[in-house]
């Protein structure tokens, strides 16, 4: 099976402008996720997909390999069917350009899950609980097969039982979709579970196109603002200091 990861990076994000190139660590943040990009050992290939002159001559700068895309696609997922349409492969996954600390391994084990699914997305277990009632960490509930339920905004589930074990679940905003299934999800209407918690991933639940979940051990921290980039400096000191 071949695969290619796409990084979607734009710079217009309403949250946090030009955040493919904020620097952390003294590198931009673009290049963190393509470096974890090209950790992944089961992908033939990692492309950057912007439509930003100047995101492209920085990734450029350090070696990647960046496609030019139309400035009007909606969502990230729409720029990697883009990318898809000029490379053949059994599987494309969409990495987000904001995460940092995902290491390239994880991408190999949510191919392996293409085997089950056309759609794989990751999830961790969370450990800091103002999470919980963050909106900005998505949630997700799975069946007993390990397939998402719903994902939310919102805590879910509701932990009425107090007593039981239970581990809230973070989404971990990247996906591997098989050929055909990236196709028909960009193809179908924007749903109203969709826009009314702003997650095209629910895109693919409301059509009945299932999403298998796996977790990692790995605490991920997604830059959403600039305010993240401080956390994220925080952490990058832990890991390089000595145990």
């Known amino acids: 099976m071949t ?15 030009g955040k493919p190139l904020a620097m952390l660590g ?13 950790e992944c050992e089961k992908a033939s290939k990692v ?9 492209a001559d920085a990734v450029k700068k350090f070696g ?3 496609v030019m895309t139309k400035p009007s696609h909606p969502s990230g997922t729409d720029r990697v069917a883009e990318v898809a349409t000029l490379y053949q492969a059994d599987t494309f996954v969409n990495f987000q ?11 190999d084990r949510l191919l392996d899950a293409m085997d089950s699914a056309p759609i794989a997305t990751l999830s961790r277990k969370i450990q800091d609980r103002s999470e919980e ?12 097969d390990g397939f998402a339920l719903y994902f939310s905004r919102s805590h879910i589930p509701f932990l009425k039982n107090k007593n039981l074990n ?9 996906y591997a979709f098989c050929s055909w299934a990236l196709q028909k999800f960009v193809s179908l209407p924007c749903g109203i579970l969709e ?22 051990p790995y605490q991920t921290l997604a830059i959403d603002c600039p305010g993240d980039l401080s956390k994220a400096e925080q952490k990058l000191k832990l890991m390089k200091e000595p145990s």
């Open 47 to 55: 492309v950057i997909a912007t439509d930003d002159k100047r995101i």
């Open 195 to 216: 826009q009314v918690e702003s997650l095209e991933q629910l895109r693919a639940l409301e059509n009945r196109i299932p999403i298998k979940v796996i977790s990692t």
């Open 166 to 174: 239970y581990s809230i679940q973070a989404h971990v905003g990247i």
């Open 3 to 17: 695969s290619i990861i796409v990084i979607p990076a734009r710079w217009g994000s309403s949250r946090f402008p």
């Open 133 to 144: 009632n963050d909106p900005n960490v998505v949630k997700v509930v799975c069946d007993l």
């Open 64 to 66: 990647a390999e960046v």
């Open 97 to 107: 350009g904001d995460e940092p600390f995902l290491p390239g391994k994880e991408i």
């Open 26 to 38: 003294g590198k931009p943040l673009i290049q963190w996720a393509w470096e974890r990009a090209m």
